[in-house]
Structure formats: structure tokens, C-alpha cells
């Protein structure tokens, strides 16, 4: 089965800074990665995925991927208090079902 | 992006009796769907994959009599709990992957969120 490991947090953060939010994961094979924001009493929402080693941009968010040290973080730029939400990162299952398998999620918390 | 309808979005229940939910993948076809079940300050559990056309697979430990799916069409998907109890109080949210578009992610209904007295 496979894992993938999240801080909970809460991490916090001033209004404008950089958030850092990291995700390990112990399937060697994965390859793709997603982020998703949850706020409190919905469901996620996709923000990013990422397929190849090094960053990958959107706006104020990105995606680093690391396949050797098996780790991907996501990074928020200019932290607004909007961005205060739980942060999910995935893998897919890896059989043909396209689950995915999420971890337990970091709380961001962007203080004004 | 893909549109995914859950319903109903908030639902109270007497123990012992059944609620059923659905979700809907509005503009595209979902071969698969797969039901998530979060309990309070803890990450999406999947509980099980909704294949059209034939059996759920669940996960271990998700018992297949107590959450019954039904995949009927390749656009609605339905987890019925049967005899609720209030330890069954959880947000339930779907979620579909549109495995015939460019993406591979996958798209969540708005969740369901089920308290039963």
C-alpha cells in the first residue's frame, strides 16, 4: 500500500510571506504528483500536479518534485489569509483504477 | 474543468435507517468513480472504487453490505448507507477522473455531509 506523509501543522505564516508545504511519499515508482486545497467543510480543489523532476509555476504556487529524495513540496508566494485552508497532496493508487491515495493534509495558516 | 454534482450536500437521519447519495459527472463520461469518506481533522479515507457496469471494489476494512454502490450509467454513481449509526457521521465526498481527457486529475462533488441521530 502506498503512503504519503504530510505534516499537519498548523503552519503559520505572516501575510506576504512564502509558504512551504512538503510531502514525502514511499512509492519509488509514482509518478505524478497532485496538490489539492481543502477549506474547512468542502471538498478539495485541484491546484496543481506535477509529472517531472525539478519546479513546475502557476501563478503564486509552485510545484517542486524531487524523485530521487522522494519528496514534493508545494510553494505560496505572497501568502494572502485566503490561502489559509488544509493542503493535500496525492499519488495515484498505481493499478489500472486511477485512485488516488492522498495524505493527511497541512494546515496553512496566513495570519493578516 | 470538469464538473462533478454531488447531492444531496447535507443530510440528518434517525438511526437505522438509509441514506443514499449521488454523484454526477456533468460533462464527462466517469467509468470510475471513487467515494471518500473525512471524519473531522482527518484526510479523505477512500472507501471505495464505483466501476459502471459491474462490483464496487472496496478498500479494507469498508464493509460492502453496510455502504452499497451502485454504478449504473456512466454518469451517476450512488453510496447508500445502510442502517446508520452515528458513528457513520462523516463528510462522504465523491470524486471522478476523466480518464478520456488530456488530465489524469481527479475532480471532487461538493461532499456530502451526514450526521446521524
Known amino acids: 500500500q502506498k503512503e504519503v506523509e504530510q505534516n499537519s501543522g498548523p503552519l503559520s505564516v505572516p501575510e506576504g510571506a512564502i509558504a512551504s508545504l512538503n510531502c514525502t511519499y514511499s512509492?519509488?515508482?509514482?509518478?505524478?504528483f497532485f496538490w489539492y486545497r481543502q477549506y474547512s467543510g468542502k471538498s478539495p480543489e485541484l491546484i496543481m500536479f506535477?509529472?517531472?523532476?525539478g519546479d513546475k509555476e502557476d501563478g503564486r504556487f509552485t510545484a517542486q518534485l524531487n524523485k530521487a529524495s522522494q519528496y514534493v513540496s508545494l510553494l505560496i508566494r505572497d501568502s494572502q489569509p485566503s490561502d489559509s485552508a488544509t493542503y493535500l497532496c496525492?499519488?495515484?493508487?498505481?493499478?489500472?483504477?486511477?485512485?488516488?491515495?492522498f495524505g493527511s493534509g497541512t494546515r496553512l495558516l496566513v495570519r493578516p | 474543468g470538469a464538473v462533478v454534482s454531488q447531492h444531496p450536500s447535507w443530510v440528518i437521519c434517525k438511526s437505522g435507517t438509509s441514506v443514499k447519495i449521488e454523484c454526477r459527472s456533468l460533462d464527462f463520461q466517469a467509468t470510475t468513480m471513487f467515494w471518500y469518506r473525512q471524519f473531522p481533522k482527518q484526510s479523505l479515507m477512500l472507501m471505495a472504487t464505483s466501476n459502471e457496469g459491474s462490483k464496487a471494489t472496496y478498500e479494507q476494512g469498508v464493509e460492502k453490505d453496510k455502504f452499497l454502490i451502485n454504478h449504473a450509467s456512466l454518469t451517476l454513481s450512488t453510496l447508500t448507507v445502510t442502517s446508520a449509526h452515528p458513528e457513520d457521521s462523516s463528510f462522504y465526498i465523491c470524486s471522478a477522473r476523466n480518464v478520456q481527457g488530456l488530465g489524469t486529475e481527479a475532480f471532487f462533488g461538493q461532499g456530502t455531509r451526514l450526521t446521524v441521530v
Open positions: 512509492d519509488r515508482g509514482s509518478q505524478s
Open positions: 506535477i509529472y517531472s523532476n
Open positions: 496525492a499519488v495515484p493508487g498505481g493499478d489500472s483504477s486511477y485512485k488516488l491515495i
